[in-house]
């Protein structure tokens, strides 16, 4: 019933509820400005394309959190606007623009029906080969089930909560020493972005910059 209303209804925007786009143009100007965000002991340079509040936020939220997976089209299109034109990002020598997603928990995925920072990955790497940028995913990273969820932890949690669950996965790696851009919805403490970042170096990859959704005040 649900996918027969979905086909016969216009899609709302998830921003401002206006009919016609999972995300209208104006909401999606809201996510067309990336700026450095606090990097804390991220080791790379992280930017975000908006502050985690107003339309961003119920923009990130109603595809995490809410089942809009038709908004990593548009998400994704944003990302892809951002990448080549962060100052320290930096393709492989081929050309190549390798994305890696921050993971997620298992549990947490089936829930969102999959993941959906891959999902997003993927549309944004669709997005900049249409733009004519060379790009591939890399799921390089596995958290496991034994991490939290770190709503509400603070930086000191939030690492702890890592340490020693955030590993490499052999399936996704990018070619060997490769640079990658980290994506991610939401940076707070910017604990997860250190955590993959290291556990990246560890595996000879370096971070050349991070690019998230949003980031937290």
């Known amino acids: 019933m649900k996918l027969a209303l979905d086909l016969l209804l216009p899609a709302l925007c998830a921003g401002c509820g206006v009919a016609g786009a999972a995300c209208c143009a104006a909401c999606l100007l809201d996510l067309a400005r990336p700026h450095p965000a606090p990097r804390g002991s991220a080791g790379a340079p992280v930017y975000a394309l908006a502050a985690y509040e107003g339309t ?3 923009l990130v939220l109603a595809y995490k959190e809410r089942g809009r997976r038709d908004l990593a089209d548009p998400l994704g299109r944003a990302m892809a606007a951002a990448v080549p034109h962060l100052p320290e990002a930096r393709a492989a020598p081929d050309g190549t623009w390798w994305l890696v997603p921050a993971p997620s928990r298992r549990s947490a995925s089936r829930q ?4 959906h920072l891959l999902r997003l990955a993927r549309r944004c790497a ?3 080969a249409r733009a004519g940028h060379a790009a591939a995913v890399a799921p390089a990273l596995w958290l496991s089930s034994r991490a939290r969820d770190a709503v509400g932890l603070d930086r000191d949690q939030r690492a702890e909560n890592l340490s020693g669950r955030l590993r490499l996965d052999p399936r996704g790696h990018p070619p060997p020493g490769a640079p990658v851009v980290l994506l991610d919805d939401v940076t707070t403490t910017g604990a997860t972005i250190a955590a993959c970042t290291r556990t990246l170096a560890a595996g000879g990859w370096e971070v050349s910059a991070a690019l998230v959704l949003t980031a937290a005040r």
């Open 56 to 58: 961003a936020r119920r």
């Open 112 to 115: 969102r029906g999959g993941a």
């Open 126 to 128: 669709a997005h900049l």
